[in-house]
């Protein structure tokens, strides 16, 4: 039975499909002006891994995750840099893929990105507007009229009147005409310089929570099962789009809600704003980024994680066992004879097995990667300690494959992949140009990506599709 902590309830509670073997899951994206930091990597790499657990058993997962591309922090870069946003965003998209790739975390089913599904925001808006949750100041500022939604407060646990005391401040300022300081926008204005769409309200962008609820439910249904993000978007983000989400739909919005809790630094949250971050490209420069993954998931991701050197080489050593001893087992393999299994290892084949289930255990019970590697390491500890050179092929293969089936659902690289033939590479790019010319764009897409899962980074110049090895 797997459980999941479920933010909503504050319990443990059985995994339970809307619809039987099916899992519809949203993960908050990054919002791409710059490279992302390691604390932006932390739920990227923990949701990819409890997909990877739920693919496993058997679930098939319609994974949804969005890149946040309008945004005040990509507007004022664009004015920096003198060019459109779109720029900007593009750009940082591609080297969040190649973080992403880089890091072992699959490509979402679905990547939507919110100037794509300005059109969807409108109706969603003008539907919220009807139903009277919903109004527009003079200045064609929309708001969400917070209070109307009665539930509103139920993820953050927290109470209206205390947020009312909390944001007296922010009531009736300047140009703002909301009608109560906890009504929040939906959609605003432009400013000089900015990117801007039409709508029936003015010329105007949209607000941050209005795109979660809108891409959610194009991919996934009014309904899903799992939404999840960093804590930090417990309050207000996720609790505006339930807001939203309820009162459109008529409906629940997600069954569960998962949030993984902050990668600190001096036990200071990791954020761009307060400076005190590193790049997983800082990383990926210093250390193989299978070892920053190995780092996340030694941890459950409801603890606070400190990143630190010693931490880090911790995870290098501890990495480093599973990598040597799967490197064992292939040189085994290559002398090995071809000797079917005795009783002795048929035996010692269903004790391996028992890792397996105690890994299970540990997955089961809200994700706990923590134990699923302590799970690993006595793994590992007994293949290493039952194999040597008088062991049979099949016996040999199955120990190897059990720990690369445990690490795999970990998202975890432990077999030093042969590297792709520059044959196999060029052929991929011949195939992608024909898709691109048959307007194939998502074969096209398909092949860069599974390229990049190779380490193989596409360019394409005037010259021609160049590539390079990561
Ligand atoms: P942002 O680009 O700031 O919207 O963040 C993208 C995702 O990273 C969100 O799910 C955030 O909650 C998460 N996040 C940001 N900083 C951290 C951190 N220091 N630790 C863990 N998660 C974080
Ligand atoms: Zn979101």
Redesign the pocket.
């Known amino acids: 039975m797997m459980k999941i902590y479920n933010t909503l309830s504050r319990k443990k509670e059985e995994l339970v499909p809307l619809e039987e073997g099916k899992i519809k899951m949203y ?5 791409v002006y710059d490279f ?2 390691i ?2 990597a ?2 990227m790499i923990v949701f990819d891994t409890v997909r990877r657990y739920m693919e496993r058993k058997g679930y098939e997962v319609n994974f949804v995750s969005n890149f ?1 591309d309008v945004d005040d922090k990509i507007i004022k870069k664009a004015l920096e840099e003198g060019v459109d946003a779109s720029v900007i965003s593009q750009r940082y998209i591609e080297e969040c893929k190649k973080d992403m790739a880089a890091l072992n975390v699959k490509p979402a089913t679905t990547h939507p990105k919110a100037t794509e599904e300005i059109g969807g925001m409108l109706d969603m808006i003008g539907d919220l507007m009807e139903k009277g949750y919903a109004y527009a100041a003079a200045d064609g500022t929309v708001y969400y009229r917070t209070r109307r939604f009665q539930e509103y407060g139920k993820l953050s646990h927290k109470n209206l009147d205390d947020l009312q005391g909390g944001n007296r401040s922010l009531l009736v300022t300047g140009q703002d005409q909301k009608e109560d300081a906890l009504d929040f926008v939906l959609w605003k204005p432009k400013k000089e310089g900015e990117p801007y769409w039409e709508s029936p309200w003015c010329q105007g962008r949209p607000g941050w929570h209005i795109e979660c609820s809108v891409m959610s439910r194009k991919y996934l249904g009014e309904e899903i099962d799992i939404h999840a ?5 417990v309050f207000p983000h996720h609790e505006n789009e339930i807001a939203q989400s309820e009162a459109a739909n008529g409906k629940p919005f997600a069954k569960y809600w998962m949030h ?5 630094i001096n036990n200071r ?4 704003s307060q400076g005190n971050f590193f790049t997983v490209r800082d990383i990926g420069e210093k250390y193989d980024l299978q070892v920053l993954r190995f780092f996340m998931l030694s941890a459950h991701y409801r603890s606070p994680l400190n990143f630190s050197a010693e931490l880090m080489e911790a995870a290098a050593n501890g990495y480093g066992r599973i990598v040597t001893s799967v490197g064992n087992l292939d040189y085994l393999l290559e002398n090995a004879g071809d000797l079917p299994m005795d009783e002795r290892e048929k035996c010692l084949v269903q004790e391996a097995e028992g890792f397996g289930d105690k890994f299970d255990q540990a997955m089961e019970d809200d994700f706990n990667t923590a134990d699923a590697i302590a799970a690993i390491f006595e793994l590992v500890k007994f293949a290493n300690s039952h194999t040597d050179a008088n062991s049979s092929r099949e016996f040999l293969q199955k120990m190897k494959g059990e720990i690369m089936e445990l690490c795999g659902v970990c998202g975890l690289i432990v077999e030093k992949q042969q590297e792709m033939p520059q044959g196999d590479i060029e052929a991929l790019i011949a195939e992608r140009q024909a898709a691109r010319k048959a307007k194939n764009f998502q074969r096209a897409d398909e092949i860069r990506e599974e390229l990049l899962g190779r380490g193989i980074i596409l360019e394409d110049t005037r010259e021609g599709v160049k590539w390079k090895r990561a």
Not at 27 to 31: D, I, N, W
């Open positions: 993960v908050c994206g990054p919002t992302i930091h604390g932006n932390r739920p946040t993000g960093g804590e930090d978007l993984n809790a902050f990668l600190n949250k990791m954020s761009k």
